[in-house]
């Protein structure tokens, strides 16, 4: 018992994930009421808390194991999932072409086959693999600077195509699931490794003026060729952009979600309407929408409180990568620290209609096993990184 506490007593981050579990698992009691597409959704709550059990107990071993072992055998447990991915993808593809599931335990909900529904478990590969990928791009970035002496533009696009060999496979297979929500999580943590890794600005900037081109080209279509811009999309993706920019007109479909969303918590004031709806559905309250459900019942108190919290901890995870000697550990903590301030951001923005729905999370708050426990794997690191960090600072001194 004193090794725990004194852990906690050690590593801030640790105490900031505590806090976060309490809130988690208070807001989705909260949420329970509205919860539609669930058994027993009033013991949701006890189940996130089992999750988070598991999670603390993953830190424990992880932080005992260490880094270095995660990062020899990284190639070999990228391999695994790729193969399950694979599984997930394939499945996804005959079901829309038969109506049938083909690959044993795959599941679709939501309109992707993103898990495999194990007995008494369910389990979505590409949680895991996000953090996966991360870690494995980390060692890479490491190699080639260990290896290149001197930047030339022949080494970065070898190192370029490195990174895209690993990547471009798990962002196929994802979308082909129809999750596009975590194929931008994974490039938005490629994003922050590839700004660590020292690469020239160039690459930065062909990036974003390309992204900007794809973007005013759908832009376009989607104004004056709406045929050809529904094309590039599948039905449910469709759906949820479209209830996105119409909500109000869409109300009794695809802008159910986002338009109870805006009327709930547009109403709660500064302190909210406290542990009563004001409505009585709401659909993946406690998954996509529970900082609404955060916003509804303790209003702009409760959202900015949420809000701070989040905040400090991705600071505390920043801070981490910066005090670190390791490089593989620092572009490690840079790829976590993208995907998380990315979901944040993008989620919270999608609750109040500012970004469109789709389906991505709020990290350590919304219900869900994979999801969680992925990120634990990746505190976990981040525990074993403040350890190393204290036991350096005790050898300077």
């Known amino acids: 018992m004193e090794s725990i506490i004194g852990a906690i007593k050690k590593h801030r981050l640790l105490q900031l994930a505590i806090c976060l579990a309490f809130l988690s698992c208070f807001a989705i009691l909260?949420?329970?009421?509205?919860?539609?597409?669930?058994?027993?959704?009033?013991?949701?709550?006890?189940?996130?808390?089992?999750y988070y059990g598991l999670g603390f107990l993953i830190v424990f071993i992880i932080s005992r194991v260490g880094n270095d072992v995660i990062y020899e055998h990284i190639k070999l447990?990228?391999?695994?999932?790729?193969?399950?991915?694979?599984?997930?993808?394939?499945?996804?593809?005959?079901?829309?072409?038969?109506?049938?599931?083909?690959?044993?335990?795959?599941?679709?909900?939501?309109?992707?086959?993103?898990?495999?529904?194990?007995?008494g478990f369910s389990f979505q590969p590409s949680e895991f693999m996000k953090v996966i990928l991360v870690i494995y791009l980390s060692?890479?970035?490491?190699?080639?600077?260990?290896?290149?002496?001197?930047?030339?533009?022949?080494s970065e696009l070898r190192y370029v195509f490195e990174c895209m060999k690993v990547v471009l496979p798990v962002a196929l297979l994802v979308y082909l699931q129809n999750d596009s929500g975590v194929v931008l999580i994974i490039l938005m943590g490629v994003l922050f490794v590839f700004f660590g890794s020292g690469i020239r600005d160039q690459w930065f900037i062909i990036g974003v003026v390309a992204i900007g081109i794809i973007v005013g080209i759908f832009v376009y279509l989607y104004n004056f060729q709406p045929v050809l811009f529904a094309k590039f999309f599948s039905t449910h993706t469709l759906n949820r952009f479209y209830g996105w920019t119409d909500?109000?007109?869409?109300?009794?479909?695809?802008?159910?979600?986002?338009?109870?969303?805006?009327?709930?918590?547009?109403?709660?004031?500064?302190?909210?309407?406290?542990?009563?709806?004001?409505?009585?559905?709401?659909?993946?309250?406690?998954?996509?929408?529970?900082?609404?459900?955060?916003?509804?019942?303790?209003?702009?108190?409760?959202?900015?409180?949420?809000?701070?919290?989040v905040t400090l901890f991705d600071l505390t995870i920043l801070k981490l990568g910066l005090d670190s000697d390791n490089e593989t550990d620092k572009y490690f903590v840079l790829g976590i620290f993208g995907m998380l301030i990315f979901q944040q951001i993008w989620n919270m923005f999608m609750v109040v209609g500012l970004l469109p729905i789709t389906g991505i999370t709020l990290p350590f708050i919304s219900y869900g096993g994979s999801s969680l426990l992925s990120y634990m794997i990746a505190i976990g690191m981040l525990i074993n990184i403040d350890s190393q960090n204290i036991l350096a600072i005790g050898h300077k001194k």
Do not use: C
Request: no cysteine; charged share 10%.
């Open 30 to 50: 909260n949420a329970s009421p509205l919860i539609t597409k669930m058994n027993n959704p009033e013991s949701a709550w006890v189940k996130q808390a089992i």
């Open 77 to 119: 447990i990228y391999i695994i999932f790729i193969v399950l991915l694979i599984g997930l993808a394939f499945d996804h593809r005959i079901y829309l072409l038969f109506g049938r599931h083909v690959v044993p335990f795959a599941h679709m909900s939501g309109g992707a086959t993103s898990w495999y529904n194990f007995p």
């Open 139 to 154: 060692k890479i970035t490491t190699e080639y600077n260990d290896y290149i002496l001197v930047r030339t533009l022949d």
């Open 247 to 309: 909500p109000e007109g869409t109300i009794g479909n695809q802008g159910y979600q986002l338009f109870y969303s805006l009327l709930s918590f547009g109403t709660a004031g500064i302190f909210g309407h406290g542990f009563q709806s004001v409505i009585k559905v709401f659909p993946e309250a406690q998954t996509d929408f529970i900082f609404a459900v955060i916003l509804t019942d303790y209003g702009l108190v409760g959202g900015l409180i949420t809000i701070a919290l």
